[in-house]
């Protein structure tokens, strides 16, 4: 029998003390990323200009444990376990017989997931001598998120801000300086990309990926300086594993199992880590979950996009990684999920889908903000427009129970809150949006 | 010994199921409120227009615990228990011996405290057919909680806001629209009151008296609506009491016990949730805690007010509270702690002042706001303003302990986070603020 409570806590000590590795658990292993140069597999030597060995060797490990290092849990402490809520005020007005359940990572003092992964790759860059960190941003999240784990451990930060974002986003940016981290449009002029661009057009708006270009131009430029990013690759979503370690705990707690795991979709690190830890059940148990990734239609990677090897940036600097991808000259509609505006997806993410382990949905942005504001009244949280995607899933899944009667159980990430992104809110009741 | 531990959660069934009425247990009780027209003590039937019985009845009451209705319980789960996190960043920034406790409203999802009383108040009305409320918001931290409140028990919500917050918080205001509340820049031309001062000055920028006055002149209006608030009144501060019942639980899990209690001080509802509590073990018991009260230099009622009986609003409607005061028609300064700037403070905080149960700090805002960034540095958190009024004077504490070597045990209620402030953040780096 599920448990009659709401608000499902752990106590610290219940906070994971590794990581989970979904690789060893996949039925094809996703292939190796290539060489831009020698169009080879790269090894771990090739990507020591960017980062530190500690964090080169989770990108490449089939271990399926990694133990989390005394200091990073030290830190994760400050904000969790997170809670695992059961949305029983979005039941009711549902008329629903479904359970639903949502992880909450917006408790985190940069208010979403992100830094489960941010406090990790600070950590090993500081244990590896690394004094300054170079990182991208697009609506400011992850930014704001290494800002805070470098202002923990002492290290200088850059980000390079796409210039739409900057200009429209002055709260973001100024938690970033709260946590002593030097902010820059891009395109920038301080970076070769960014000066070719600017060249170009001047008034350029900027884009994650040309982001992405300048901070990966930075980084090994300077001796005492790494690159990092904030999704995509294998190592930022192992570290993110803590979310669903921590729910699969809290489910048990609440005498349940999810019949159904939903998450938004951007690069992919807030869905892997919340369901990767209930893959095994599904690949090695042949448990019936139901994993649904959900995506911006504005930015359609994993149900429009095409599986194959492409460049994580627009400047074809980075890596090429084998993925489901809309092409890495695609610049997306602005809409206002500014965390889903990537044109690519995690290598690991995309296999999965490819293997139909996980499917894939796209809904358009007013239907997503319609569903925000009915999450809003029911339940309290204000979400981000990024997790509001996970919201309308989890919402049609429990409207389909409506119709058949079927109890399911629904377990959905709430990656962060939306208190950064109201001018998004009041658009949206402006009737100003469109899809 | 204390714990070794950092973040200190309590389980779902640790919520207190009794507020704490501190009444009982002053060495001197509050005076009564008194009629503004007959100058004789109010009695139940005189507040009977604003508030509905139930709370009137908290209102007058002198038992010591007062029963948490169901419903509010249901609802106090999906964001409490709250955190009480050991500060171990700040003291290790500060080189201190003592230990520093806070403990963490703003997780609510409307951000501060204030929730813990809005939805309180939102069921004691619907519970007695109210289907309507009116009330006013300065800085919106109240006017957020009480339309999120009334979103959740299905009440219309009309906000009051003062007229230079709604001009400068378009925030604020989209998330009061977001749970569906409607908000009126105050002075409005709904009112008798904003009439008669638009009149003068159609440029009026407002305050927290006309707004109140505003408010409290909708509400007995209409037969469907009550008037609600968010500091001062005993029944909102014993609403707050479930903050210092969960700190002190949780201190105990720390296997500590608070030498020191901080909070910051506005209308006094922060401060009493957290520490009025605790004020037995001082009084009846003789144990030694030190109260500090904390609030702006700009608006400094318990350093430098009188203590005497004063009008609630600029427009003299309110019952008149013994209290310490600015005099209700004091205009503080424009600050950035929007929710500090009330020329007066709770009876019973007042009270508690004058009897020395409690003494008073008043702090300029670079102060303020210099601490404020190197807790957000050292902690992660980005505090409200209000809230930071606390840390500087628990940071001064912290430093007195580092030079007398005294291991105090400092606790101090972080009422909110600062995401809804960071133009304030701004100004603070451009060096725009003065004090």
Chains 1, 2 share one sequence.
């Not at 017989?97 to 990572?105: F, G, L, M, Q, S």
Request: net charge negative.
């Amino acid at each position: 029998m599920p448990s009659e409570s709401t608000h499902f806590t752990l106590d610290e000590s219940q906070i994971p003390t590794a990581w989970f590795n979904v690789i060893p658990s996949m039925p094809t292993p996703p292939s190796p990323p290539i060489h831009p140069g020698t169009k080879q597999p790269i090894g771990p030597h090739d990507l020591a200009p960017l980062f530190p060995m500690g964090l080169i060797l989770q990108e490449v490990t089939t271990d399926e444990w990694i133990e989390i290092p005394g200091p990073v849990l030290d830190l994760y402490r400050r904000y969790r376990p997170t809670p695992l809520i059961r949305a029983r005020g979005l039941e009711k007005a549902l008329g629903t017989p479904a359970r639903i359940y949502y992880k909450y990572e917006g408790v985190s003092p940069a208010g979403s997931h992100k830094a489960n992964t941010a406090i990790a790759q600070a950590y090993y860059n500081q244990a590896e001598g690394v004094s300054r960190l170079a990182s991208e941003t697009g609506a400011g999240q992850w930014g704001s998120a290494i800002a805070m784990a470098c202002s923990f451990f002492g290290l200088e930060c850059r980000v390079y801000m796409v210039r739409a974002s900057y200009d429209q986003r002055p709260g973001r940016r100024a938690m970033m300086q709260t946590w002593g981290a030097a902010v820059w449009p891009s395109p920038s002029p301080d970076t070769a990309v960014g000066q070719k661009i600017l060249a170009e057009d001047p008034n350029s708006p900027g884009s994650l990926g040309i982001a992405i270009s300048e901070a990966v131009e930075d980084a090994p430029k300077r001796e005492d300086t790494k690159y990092c990013l904030g999704s995509v690759l294998n190592h930022v979503l192992l570290h993110q594993t803590v979310i669903g370690l921590e729910a699969r705990a809290q489910m048990e707690k609440a005498d349940d199992f999810p019949d159904v795991i939903i998450g938004c979709v951007g690069g992919g690190s807030n869905y892997a880590g919340l369901a990767y830890p209930f893959i095994p059940d599904k690949v090695r148990d042949g448990k019936q979950i139901r994993f649904i990734a959900a995506e911006p239609s504005a930015c359609p990677t994993l149900t429009e996009g095409t599986f194959e090897y492409d460049f994580g940036d627009t400047a074809q600097t980075t890596p090429l990684l084998e993925m489901f991808t809309l092409g890495h000259g695609f610049i997306p509609p602005p809409i206002h999920s500014g965390g889903l505006r990537y044109h690519g997806d995690a290598p690991s993410l995309s296999r999965l889908v490819k293997d139909g382990v996980i499917e894939a949905v796209a809904y358009p942005q007013t239907k997503v903000f319609e569903s925000a504001v009915q999450f809003a009244r029911a339940e309290g949280i204000i979400p981000a427009p990024e997790s509001s995607h996970a919201i309308r899933t989890a919402m049609d899944e429990a409207l389909a129970c409506r119709e058949t009667g079927r109890e399911s159980a629904i377990l959905f990430g709430l990656s962060g809150h939306g208190l950064l992104d109201l001018s998004a809110y009041d658009r949206y009741f402006a009737g100003d949006l469109i899809d």
